[in-house]
């Protein structure tokens, strides 16, 4: 070792933040046993749980401290650059490593093995005050990260109104875009057919008809529905197949016959629509049941279920 | 042994990216049966009889997309946490509504991927179930590849407390 390098370690030691406040006599004792090391990128230095052996001074490049989690993610703790020592808490506590270390950037650095380093804390025991202080203070700044990090993690537990509103809003946007463009696109608030236009009769006026005055019953339903059970004489006809089952057996039938038409459920008013249609072809005396099969059913009036189609 | 190899399973990030891309695809398929016929959709959606009138064309219009928007920001892990609790809703939305129509005996189809379908019961109400696993598995492990998950800050940049034994 020349002098000139000597006096180069000697800087570097001083301006390193463990070393730079201890007194001239031990960094000159440091400087005579410390070994220099350069160490290309990528490189791991350290590996958690292995012995600790000697502690380094960052003189130039950057190294990442960081630790893996129980499910294997690798979790960084630090960035260290020129003028940072990392490894030094093995060395003082006498355990393995708590942390890896990998090379960022080319690093040069300088080691200090573990004997000399206990020979030094051995010959100038005023060192190891200094590396308390030092401790002391990486606790401290620990404990200030840990609190910044709690509150973080606790809002990123929470999911915040504002990804909800971008998601839904997204799919409305293109919804809407869409819904416009799309040749099948349907009206969103369709109109329904004027109430009052059309009249309303109980089970009991519609029985009557049915059995005096040879009204038609029409279920609206869709055929499912019919098949499971409908009104007993009661045509099917469903809305969406409305013109293949009126030109079949609708179209020769006389306008002015009585036409009583019920199914209706909470999304569609299947026997509103159809009352409609039919007033439209032609038919004069069409009127709804009131409360459909179910008002029907429970006045014990005669039904038919699971009819063959 | 068993216990703890069972456990990084069901707690692994890469479970639950596998997962993600599987929930995700599955919606987005779902989505795009229905995104071009929203008028047969509607009445699929009409014979559950749960829907009430003045909603029924707008959900029939939004719904399916909803599902294609958050099913594709779930693969992409962009707002993933909302777009996973979206799917978990409309997953729980889905199966209330089958069992209700179960409980009345409803002779309806699922209308879950297009017009036809499979007719609703235990099996409809299972997959969702499972799937409905998946998202909890999702929204608790997903930690791999996210591009932006959601909350107020981006948990990238949230490293573990390490307090002080960091080095």
């Known amino acids: 070792m020349t002098l000139s390098d000597r006096e180069d370690i000697l800087n570097i030691l001083a301006r390193s933040a463990v070393f730079r406040d201890l007194p001239k006599d031990t960094l000159d004792a440091a400087t005579s046993v410390v070994r220099t090391l ?13 012995p600790g052996d000697s502690l380094y001074i960052i003189n130039k490049g950057k190294v990442r401290i960081f630790r893996k989690d129980s499910s294997g993610m690798e979790i960084d703790l630090a ?3 020129p ?79 504002f990804d909800f509103v971008v998601v839904v809003g997204v799919s409305m946007l293109l919804a809407m875009i869409f819904n416009y463009s799309n040749p099948n696109g349907i009206p969103l608030f369709p109109q329904l057919p004027e109430r009052g236009r059309i009249p309303v009769i109980s089970s009991e006026v519609a029985l009557e008809e049915v059995q005096h005055d040879d009204a038609l019953v029409v279920d609206a ?34 306008k002015e016959r009585k036409i009583i038409v019920y199914g209706g459920t909470i999304s569609k008013h299947y026997d509103m629509e159809l009352a409609d249609k039919l007033l439209m072809r032609g038919f004069k005396n069409v009127s709804i049941l009131e409360g459909g099969l179910e008002a029907w059913e429970k006045k014990g009036y005669p039904v038919e279920e ?4 | 042994m068993i216990r703890s190899f069972l456990k990084a399973i069901i707690t692994s990030q890469y479970l639950a990216f596998v997962l993600r891309i599987f929930v995700g695809s599955f919606f987005l ?3 795009m049966s229905k995104i071009p016929y929203p008028a047969q959709f509607a009445e699929a959606v009409a ?88 998202v909890v598995q999702i929204y608790f492990f997903d930690r791999f590849l996210i591009f932006r998950r959601g909350g107020l800050t981006d948990p990238a940049r949230i490293k573990v407390a390490s307090s002080a034994a960091r080095r």
């Open chain 1, 79 to 81: 960035t260290l650059g």
């Open chain 1, 38 to 50: 350069v160490v290309p990128p990528r490189t791991i230095i350290f590996r958690e749980g292995d």
């Open chain 2, 29 to 31: 398929y779902a989505s």
């Open chain 1, 221 to 254: 339903m869709p055929d499912n529905f019919y098949k499971k059970g409908h009104i007993r004489g009661a045509v099917n006809m469903p809305l969406g197949i409305f013109d293949i089952v009126y030109t079949m057996t609708f179209a020769d039938e006389n």
């Open chain 1, 306 to 309: 699971k009819a063959k189609s």
């Open chain 1, 83 to 161: 003028g940072n020592t990392f490894g030094e808490m093995a060395l003082l506590s006498g355990e393995t490593r708590s942390a890896s270390v990998e090379v960022l950037e080319e690093a040069h650095l300088m080691v200090l093995a573990k004997n000399d380093f206990d020979r030094i804390l051995r010959d100038f025991p005023d060192t190891a005050k200094i590396f308390f202080r030092e401790m002391r203070r990486r606790l401290l700044t620990d404990e200030k990260r840990l609190e910044v990090e709690a509150v973080e993690a606790y809002r990123a537990s929470r999911v915040s109104w």
């Open chain 2, 47 to 134: 014979n559950y009889r749960l829907v009430p009138y003045w909603l029924l064309n707008v959900g029939a219009v939004l719904l399916p997309w909803i599902e294609f928007v958050s099913g594709l920001f779930l693969i992409m892990g962009f707002m993933s946490r909302a777009s996973v609790i979206l799917i978990g809703l409309m997953l729980i939305m889905f199966d209330v509504m089958v069992l209700i129509n179960m409980y009345w005996g409803a002779p309806i189809t699922c209308g879950c991927y297009d017009t036809v379908g499979e007719p609703i019961g235990w099996r409809k109400i299972t997959e969702n179930a499972v799937m409905l696993i998946f």
